[in-house]
C-alpha cells in the first residue's frame, strides 16, 4: 500500500487503523470492510472511490459514527466518533437531500439546530440558518418548500443544514450521484468554494473518477473481495481548482491512474 | 406573472374539472329519462320503482321528517368519525412508539378487524339502549381500522437516514415523533380517514336497522315496510349526500392544511 502520501507530521483530524466491519446476515457473517488505515489532516479533502460493494459507504458510516466497527481504532478530533457526534464535530450529507417537505428551505436549514438544543434563541437560530443559505447561495429560496427547488438546490439546503452546526467535519456519501452531469459538476464548484471558505475537514464518497480527483488532496481507491483500500493517491494540482484544472496534465495523470486501478480491481474481482 | 399564470392555471384547472364531469353528468342524466320512461312506460306501481320524479316530490313534500332524520343520522355520523379518528390515531402512536406494546397490540387489532362488526350492532343495542351511543360505538369499531393502519403506514415510513440525523444531534424519541414522524403520517392519515368517513355512514345506517327511533336509516326501514318505496329512495338519496359531504370536508381539510403531498390533478 502507497502510504506516502499520509504525512507523519501533520496531526490527524481523522484517523482509522485496522478497521474491519462485519455483517452478519441469516447467521451468516459477511466481511464488509477488511483493515483500513486511514488518515485526514484537519482542514483535508479526502474522497473514497471504488466499485459498487467495495465498502466506501460503509467506511463513511463508522466514520460518521453511525455505524460501530467490529474491530480496528476510529478517531475524529482525537474522540471515538459517536462522541465527536455528540459533540457536534460532525455534519452529514446523504446521496438524498432527507429534507422536510411540509418545511421551507430555511426551517429545514433552522431544524437540526432547533432539536440540538445549541442554546440559541429562535431569532439566533433563524438568522443562523438565513447565513447559511446566503452561504449555500440560496437566500431568495429561503420560503420555498423542497418540492418547489431542483435537485441540485435541495442538496444545497441539505450541506448548509449540515454546516449550520458549524461541525469541523463534514461526511458526504456521494452527495452528488443523483444529479445531473451538468449540476454535478456546479455543486463540485461550489463545494470546493465552501471547503476553502469554511475550511472543513472533508470526507467525500463518490464512484465518479473526474469528481474524486478535481475536489480532493487525496484519493482512497477501495476494491471488493475483499472490500478493502488498495492505494492512496494524491492528487498534486494547485487549489483554487476551477474549469482549467480539468485540462491541467495532472488531472490527466491521476484520473487516468484512477482509472487503471478500478479497472485492475475490476478485473481482479472477474478473475476470482 | 407568476401569480397571473397560476390564476390563470387554476381557472383552467376548474374548466378542466368540469369538462372531466361533463360526460359523467350527461350520462346520469339519461340514466334518469331512461329510469322515468321505463317506470311510465310500464306503469309500474310505485311500491315496486317510484319514477325519479315522484321520488323528487317526495324529498320536497317530505322534507321535514327528511331533514330532522338526516340531522339524527348527521350527528351519529359526525360524532361516531370523530371519535373513530381520535381511537384510530391512539392506536397507531402507541404501536408507533412503545414497540414493545405495540408488538403484542397490533395483532389483536388485526384479529378484532377479522370479527364481522356489523354483527355487533345487536349487541350495541342490547347494552346501550336506542339513542346516539351504540351507534357511535358500532361506528367507531367498523371506522378506527384503516384510520390507525394508514397512519401507523406513515409514522414507519420514515426516511431512516432523517431519524439517524436527528439522533446524531441528541432528538429523543419523542422529538422524532413530534418533528418527524407525525407530520410524515399526515397524508396518509387523510386516506385513512377518507376511507373511514364512509364507513361511519354504513356503520349509522345499519346501527339504526339495528334499532332506533329516529335517523335516516330508521326511516328506510320503516318506509320499506310500509309500501313507502319513494320515500326509502328519498331517505338513500338524503344518505349518499350526507356521505358526500362529509367525504369533501375532509378532502377540503388535506387541500387547506396537508399541502405538501404532489398531487397528480
Partial sequence: MNTTAISPAAPAHIEARGVCVDF?????????????DLSVPKGGFVSLIGPSGCGKSTLLKVLAGLLPPTLGRVSVAGVTPIEAVRQRRIGIVFQEPTLLPWKNALDN??????????????????????????????????????????????????IARALALDPEVLMMDEPFGALDAITREEMSDFLLEIWERTHKTIVFVTHSIDEAAFMSR???????????????????????????????????RATGHLRHLLKQGHRQVQAA | MNTLAEQAGAGANIRAGLGRLLPSFLLFAAMLVIWEGVARLFKLPEFVLPAPTSIIRVLIERQGPLSIAAWVTATEVLFGFVLSAVVGAAVALVIARFAAFGRALYPLVVLFQTVPKIALAPLFILWFGFDLFPKVALIVVIAFFPVAINMLVGLQSVDP??????????????????????????????????????????????????????????????????????????????????????????????WRYVDWVPRTD
Avoid at chain 1, 223 to 240: D, F, G, H, Q, S
Fill in chain 1, 24 to 36: 452478519t446476515v441469516a447467521g451468516r457473517t459477511n466481511r464488509v470492510l477488511h483493515d483500513v
Fill in chain 1, 109 to 158: 436549514v433552522a431544524m437540526l439546530m432547533e432539536v440540538a438544543h445549541v442554546g440559541k434563541t429562535h431569532e439566533e437560530i433563524r438568522q443562523r440558518a438565513t447565513d447559511m443559505l446566503r452561504l449555500v447561495g440560496l437566500e431568495h429560496a429561503a420560503n420555498k418548500r423542497p418540492s418547489q427547488l431542483s435537485g441540485g438546490m435541495r442538496q444545497r439546503v441539505s
Fill in chain 1, 218 to 252: 487525496e484519493v482512497y481507491v477501495m476494491a471488493t473481495n475483499p472490500a478493502r483500500i488498495i492505494e492512496v493517491m494524491p492528487i498534486a494540482l494547485p487549489y483554487p481548482r476551477n474549469e482549467d484544472s480539468y485540462a491541467a496534465p495532472e488531472f490527466a
Fill in chain 2, 161 to 254: 437516514n432523517l431519524v439517524a440525523l436527528l439522533r446524531s444531534v441528541g432528538a429523543s424519541r419523542n422529538e422524532i415523533l413530534m418533528r418527524i414522524q407525525i407530520p410524515n403520517s399526515l397524508p396518509y392519515l387523510m386516506a385513512g380517514l377518507k376511507v373511514a368517513v364512509t364507513l361511519a355512514v354504513i356503520g349509522a345506517i345499519v346501527g339504526e336497522f339495528a334499532g332506533a327511533q329516529a335517523g335516516l336509516g330508521y326511516m328506510i326501514q320503516f318506509a320499506s315496510t310500509q309500501m313507502e318505496t319513494s320515500l326509502v329512495f328519498a331517505a338513500l338519496i338524503e344518505v349518499s349526500v350526507l356521505g358526500l359531504l362529509f367525504y369533501y370536508v375532509i378532502e377540503f381539510i388535506e
